[in-house]
Nanobody, 116 residues
């Protein structure tokens, strides 16, 4: 059973920074893709940043240049460094991983609230 556990969400002022972590119950090598999504109130869940199967990174236009996704294979962890946070970044942030022939796995989410 794959488990993804997010941590690091908090209340922060606009312009501040946060670092989210996602710890997987299995080696990151198992996952074809892994990354971060977010869902704001009354909005659809959207991609924030992810690692592709070839290790390349993809970012949403709204976060490019402010957020950085990284990984530590020794800790089975993926991180999201968020700088220059804006109120519109307020959302529940989810870790999502995909395994070939098995599908998607989601974490429980962590709340990020950015005050103006």
């Amino acid at each position: 059973q794959v488990q993804l556990v997010e941590a690091g969400g908090s209340l922060v002022q606009a312009g501040g920074s946060l670092r989210l972590s996602c710890t997987a119950s299995q080696s990151l090598a198992v996952f074809g893709r892994i990354g971060w999504y977010r869902q704001a109130p009354e909005k659809e869940r959207e991609l924030v940043a992810r690692f592709g199967r070839d290790g390349t990174t993809t970012y949403a236009d709204s976060v490019r240049g402010r957020f950085t996704i990284s990984r530590d294979n020794t800790k089975n962890a993926v991180y999201l460094q968020m700088n220059s946070l804006k109120p519109e970044d307020t959302a529940v942030y989810y870790c999502k991983a995909w395994i070939f022939a098995r599908g998607d796995y989601w974490g429980q989410g962590t709340q990020v609230t950015v005050s103006s």
